[in-house]
């Protein structure tokens, strides 16, 4: 099936099979691959066929698809891998450590002691500060 790619884009590749990749699940709408720079044994990306950049691009019925099959994925993953926990990690930008300009979520399943952190510092807003960005984003 013909989707709609960029031609300089490497996860369009991969979806559409022209570069070869480990691949765990396909459907119509995703692939979803093994990671070469795994975080943890069973890192995978979920690919969507269609390009697009990143969130902000998403079509709807892709947005709401991918949730379904990421919940798929993590129990697969959690039975086959017997990880102990799992992220879901979806970046948005350069800022955000996107590299990959398609939209990915990764899978990442998590082993007690594995070493690894997917962690931000937690900063101390006061009320007043918390009721303005509210106010923002509202
Ligand atoms: P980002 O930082 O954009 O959220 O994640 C990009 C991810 O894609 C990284 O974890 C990186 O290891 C992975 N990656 C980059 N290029 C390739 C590739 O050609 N094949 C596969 N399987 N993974 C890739
Ligand atoms: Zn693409």
Request: proline share 5%.
């Amino acid at each position: 099936m013909e989707y709609m790619k960029k031609e300089d884009c490497i996860f369009c590749k991969i979806a559409n099979g022209e570069i070869p990749s480990r691949t765990l699940y396909e459907d119509q709408l995703f692939r979803v691959i093994l990671d070469l720079g795994p975080a943890t044994k069973g890192h995978a990306l979920i690919l969507p066929k269609d390009h697009a950049a990143d969130l902000y691009e998403l079509p709807d019925e892709t947005a709401s698809a991918v949730l379904v099959l990421a919940k798929k994925m993590a129990l697969g993953m959690r039975e086959k891998l017997h990880c102990d926990g799992l992220n879901l990690v979806q970046n948005n930008g350069e800022v955000a450590g996107q590299t990959v300009r398609h939209f990915h979520v990764h899978l990442i399943p998590r082993y007690v002691g594995d070493g690894q952190k997917i962690n931000w510092t937690p900063t101390s807003p006061t009320s007043e500060e918390l009721d303005a960005v509210k106010e923002q984003i509202i």
